[in-house]
């Protein structure tokens, strides 16, 4: 709903349930934007909130259009189920993360494709699937350094996470799985090959 008070526009949207045309990537429950105009060139979004897959979030945004289009802003997570939003990541849990973001396109057609974000993110009680790392680090003590396939459950895993032009960069990565705590880097490429290093230590 748009509406004019006291000589400003003022802009209330809502979306019950589907996707936005600039992010057809992610399903929205629910998503309620509060702002105004702030020129002929921009929108001033004070207040955005929404569930999605199974969490809540808030935060902000301004979009301009002076020179190509551009969305940033400062988005909050919380309990969002990691495998509902990224089934294919091999990775669960409930995220949790506080980032700033922007979005940049030269044609509102090509907006959304190539995000950046930088941030700190949070995941409780979940797992990785594919990687035993508390067994991988057990045959590693006794000299095997075969990599089991496996699973591993966490307690909680944190770090940074910056991505743009489709890689992603992990930095400041703490684990911690009962017995076990870990921390190291982790980069991905656009091409889904990964690079890093984990240090893990059995208490």
Known sequence: MVQSQAGQTKIDQGLKGGALPMLPYVQFGELNAHGGVQSQESIDFSSIDGQLYGGSLNGSAQLSWQKGWLMRGRMLLSGVDVHSAFPAAGIQGELSGDSRYSIQADKLALFGGNPVLEGSFLLKKGLIDGMDIVETVRLAGSGDNNAPVGRTHFDELSGRLTLGNGVQHY?????????????????????????????????
């Open 171 to 203: 930095r400041q990565l703490k684990l911690s799985a009962g017995v076990l705590s870990a921390s190291g880097y982790l980069d991905i490429d656009a091409t889904r090959d990964l690079d890093g290093h984990l240090q893990a230590t059995l208490e």
